[in-house]
């Protein structure tokens, strides 16, 4: 299995840096990961409209072609870890080997990419950091997969 999470902007402080690090080393056991920044921009100088489809652009570019492409967004679908982990589990079975993430800036996700998604994700109707989505992304992800595997780490 391979996973790619596109994601808006960088990690700046190590803190991200070093929780991400930590579910992608975890991850690797089960999937080939792969990280994908592309470059938020301000829309004080471009407008938000004109950001959102620059963005937009990158993040299509960046999205493998035969990827599963799951958007997260503020009104996507919740699932529980024990839900996300099944539906990861028959996305595999149906032959999906490659899933990508797309986790967009502060002001959203460009329409374009919205259109790109088979699929829509949401956290809860909370609003999350951009870092902090990663970060929890990743860290689901492993719990998904050590449900599925029945590993200790879920309880």
């Not at 990961?33 to 470059?39: F, H, I, N, S």
């Amino acid at each position: 299995m391979k996973t790619t999470i596109i994601a808006t902007g960088k990690l700046k402080e190590r803190y991200w840096r070093e929780a991400c690090a930590e579910y992608a080393k975890r991850l690797s056991a089960t999937t080939t990961l792969a990280v994908v920044e592309v470059g938020d921009r301000n829309p004080a100088r471009a407008g938000v409209e004109r950001a959102l489809q620059a963005e937009g652009a990158d993040i299509l570019k960046a999205v493998p072609a035969q990827a599963w492409c799951v958007a997260l967004t503020i009104t996507g679908r919740q699932r529980s870890s024990e839900e996300l982990s099944a539906h990861l589990g028959e996305l595999k079975l149906a032959g999906r080997s490659h899933l990508c993430f797309v986790i967009g800036s502060s002001h959203g996700l460009a329409p374009e990419v919205l259109a790109r998604a088979d699929e829509q994700l949401s956290f809860g109707p909370l609003t999350l950091p951009h870092n902090l989505a990663r970060v929890v992304l990743l860290e689901q992800l492993y719990r998904a997969a050590c449900i599925s595997q029945g590993g200790p780490y879920h309880k």
